[in-house]
């Protein structure tokens, strides 16, 4: 529903707006010579929905970031939302008086959702404490981080806030304003500015945001545990400058090379204990050895990348980074026992004691080597050199290699029999469906698919892409895939 132009407001520029599923921020209120009546221009969210820059008949009225982000409209074609409790009514069907008088908790067999709602503002003299703990306020048209402020600071057991495609302007030093812990921000230009009013958020997911460069944090986001910057091209010296927050414990990004200088730690990242690295398009060993040097390093996640070992056995790959990463106790989720630590640690002495051999073993190793396999000399130490009969020739990268024996269950069929197969760990998922339906004669589409390892008895992982390949998923030698259809 459009605005009239007796009920535009009176600070109507800088408002957020909605034109049918479109949002926009509106920059002009006036006339637009030679035509009659008023006018909004706006800047659209989506470039690509205007058609210029501000400008008309070589008239500039505004301007935008992009060349194509403008358009002219009239209000008739605008929303400006509607009240905060009006929302609450349209969307749930609720008496905002029984929201304001009732104990309205997360817990609560009544408790409210606040997702879904497309338009709302707010009147801050209406909402009344209550105790919602999330606060989802994605989509909306508040226009700046004030109106975030007027109802969450009421809110006072609020510990998390979802702010995504929402794009509230203006900053404030007054820390008070936001006292949550969990904060899913989109999108973030200005991030570090807007920090200042978030003295408190341990948990901020700032992805697929398109972020390039972060400047060094100096005076925010001091309390960070963890960070969410996966699916942003950051340049290198971005995630340094990230690197000297004292608490943080959680990474999750968007990875080029660290780049730490040579030797056996770095001080960069001290708390640092999780990293997700997952479809980060690694080919290269090297940044998995400068991630050793991570001190505080125990869990790590790095499926979906391209990190292969000489036989081109996933499984391999596998065993090199155990034996690479030696803090990790955990990889892709599976804690890492003793025994396959130690396995893993004892292929790896084999796997290159030739090469170690031939760059001078004990007496004077190449420098080549160490940089190649900077734990190889710490592992020796641990638990002997290898003898020439130990050595493991490395064999070359072949399909039978990479084969994998998987066997496939049917929970829900009880009596039909397992099948086990060898199938290569790059099969994809939509091959292995069609494999099963001329098995079982059942349509593919109606198929669905989860897997167990012997390594995480009693759970199941889905597998729900079908361009996606066996070892993205990690299945690995002598796992179970569960296949139940429709």
């Known amino acids: 529903m459009g605005t009239d132009q007796s009920e535009l407001p009176e600070d109507a520029v800088g408002r957020r707006v909605s034109c049918g599923e479109e949002r926009a921020t509106v920059r002009y209120v006036g006339p637009i010579p030679p035509t009659i009546g008023l006018w909004l221009g706006v800047e659209w969210d989506n470039p690509e929905r205007g058609k210029h820059d501000g400008s008309h008949e070589g008239v500039s009225y505004f301007t935008c970031r992009h060349p194509t982000g403008g358009s002219f409209i009239r209000p008739g074609k605008a929303s400006f939302g509607v009240d905060y409790l009006a929302a609450v009514r349209q969307v749930y069907g609720m008496d905002t008086e029984e929201v304001l008088s009732e104990d309205v908790s997360s817990s609560s067999s ?32 508040l226009s700046c981080w004030e109106d975030v402020a007027s109802i969450t600071e009421q809110l006072v057991r609020l510990e998390g806030l979802q702010l995504r495609y929402a794009f509230p302007s203006g900053f404030d030093s007054r820390p008070l304003w936001f006292t949550f812990h969990h904060l899913v921000f989109s999108p973030a230009a200005q991030i570090l500015q807007s920090a200042l009013m978030w003295p408190q958020v341990e948990d901020l997911s700032v ?45 999750q990004c968007t990875l080029r090379l660290f780049g730490f200088s040579v030797g056996s730690q770095t001080s960069m990242f001290p708390a640092l204990k ?77 796997m290159f004691g030739e090469a170690w051999l031939k760059a001078g073993g004990r007496s004077q190793i190449s420098s080549q080597f160490t940089s190649q396999h900077p734990r190889y000399q710490k592992l020796i130490d641990k638990y002997g050199a290898p003898e020439e009969g130990e050595l493991k020739k490395i064999e070359p990268f072949a399909l039978k290699n990479q084969l994998l024996k998987i066997t496939f269950v049917f929970p829900e069929d009880a009596g039909r029999k397992p099948i086990e197969k060898k199938l290569p760990a790059s099969m994809l998922v939509q091959k292995v469906k069609g494999l099963l339906y001329r098995l079982l004669k059942v349509p593919a589409a109606d198929l669905k698919l989860t897997y167990t390892s012997p390594k995480m008895v009693g759970t199941e992982f889905e597998i729900d892409s079908d361009l996606k390949t066996l070892q993205f998923y990690s299945i690995e030698d002598g796992d179970q895939v569960l296949v139940r259809w429709s």
């Open 110 to 141: 009544k408790k409210i959702k606040w997702f879904g709602i497309k338009e709302r503002r707010y009147n801050a003299h209406q909402l009344q404490m209550i105790n919602v703990e999330w606060l989802d306020l994605s989509g909306t048209l």
């Open 207 to 251: 992805a697929e945001n398109s972020i390039t460069e972060l400047q060094r944090p100096e005076g925010v986001l001091q309390s960070l545990k963890s960070l969410n910057l996966s699916g942003n091209p950051l340049e290198q010296d971005s995630v340094i400058s990230i690197s000297a927050l004292p608490r943080y414990s959680s990474l």
């Open 274 to 350: 999780k990293l997700y690295l997952d479809n980060n398009n690694i080919t290269e060993w090297d940044v998995v050895n400068e991630l050793d040097k991570l001190p505080s390093l125990v869990q790590f996640w790095c499926r979906g990348n391209r990190l292969v070992s000489s036989d081109g056995n996933p499984r391999t790959a596998n065993q090199m980074l155990i034996a690479k990463l030696g803090q990790v106790v955990t990889l892709n989720g599976c804690e890492i026992h003793h025994e396959d630590r130690r396995g893993a640690e004892l292929d790896y002495i084999k």
